[in-house]
T-cell receptor, first 109, second 112 residues
Framework: DAGITQSPRYKITETGRQVTLMCHQTWSHSYMFWYRQDLGHGLRLIYYSAAADITDKGEVPDGYVVSRSKTENFPLTLESATRSQTSVYFC????????FGPGTRLTVL | QKEVEQDPGPLSVPEGAIVSLNCTYSNSAFQYFMWYRQYSRKGPELLMYTYSSGNKEDGRFTAQVDKSSKYISLFIRDSQPSDSATYLCAMSAIRGYQKVTFGTGTKLQVIP
């Protein structure tokens, strides 16, 4: 099915571990985004990408790494997870409007 | 002070009521205004997108922007239980989604 998918949907990890969240879209949209959503803060942009091999920082990039070797994939890596990175993470892609994935609920113990 | 303020609710209304959801903002550079709907455990979906001041209507939904007061509203007429969701306002000074500031969302419950 066409759309935007995220995996895993739920993840529990420990502080200091590396975690990679996956995002895949089937529309071949150029722009892709990673957000985190926290109570009291709303959605905040972590990183975005205008095309394969082009990425840029958003509002809260510290502690995160992204890559985009293929147009359809935009993984987000937490190199050394911290408790403050416990959140719900949303990936989005854009043509005329943004389309959001279902989210990954990450808990860092 | 946050750039965008939104009452978190929850807001409970009976089916058929007119719902008014609001956001205030402090950045006078904002020109693009959006409303998203987010169902529980789902990603947000764009409902309305407006530029500058004025009203925009789409079915039962009306978005209103008052730049002089730095105040935006979303009205839902004839509210339905399926409208129960969290509504996020969002705004930007430039076209595109790289610099969008979101409100924290208002949770709406429409009671049958």
């Amino acid at each position: 099915d066409a759309g935007i998918t995220q995996s895993p949907r739920y993840k529990i990890t420990e502080t200091g571990r590396q975690v990679t969240l996956m995002c895949h879209q089937t529309w071949s949209h150029s722009y892709m985004f990673w957000y985190r959503q926290d109570l009291g803060h709303g959605l905040r942009l972590i990183y975005y990408s205008a095309a394969a091999d082009i990425t840029d920082k958003g509002e809260v990039p510290d502690g995160y790494v992204v890559s985009r070797s293929k147009t359809e994939n935009f993984p987000l890596t937490l190199e050394s997870a911290t408790r403050s990175q416990t959140s719900v993470y949303f990936c989005a892609s854009q043509r005329d409007t943004q389309y959001f994935g279902p989210g990954t609920r990450l808990t860092v113990l | 002070q946050k750039e965008v303020e939104q009452d978190p609710g929850p807001l409970s209304v009976p089916e058929g009521a007119i719902v008014s959801l609001n956001c205030t903002y402090s950045n006078s550079a904002f020109q693009y205004f959006m409303w998203y709907r987010q169902y529980s455990r789902k990603g947000p979906e764009l409902l309305m997108y407006t530029y500058s001041s004025g009203n925009k209507e789409d079915g039962r939904f009306t978005a209103q922007v008052d730049k002089s007061s730095k105040y935006i509203s979303l009205f839902i007429r004839d509210s339905q239980p399926s409208d129960s969701a969290t509504y996020l306002c969002a705004m930007s000074a430039i076209r595109g989604y790289q610099k969008v500031t979101f409100g924290t969302g208002t949770k709406l419950q429409v009671i049958p």
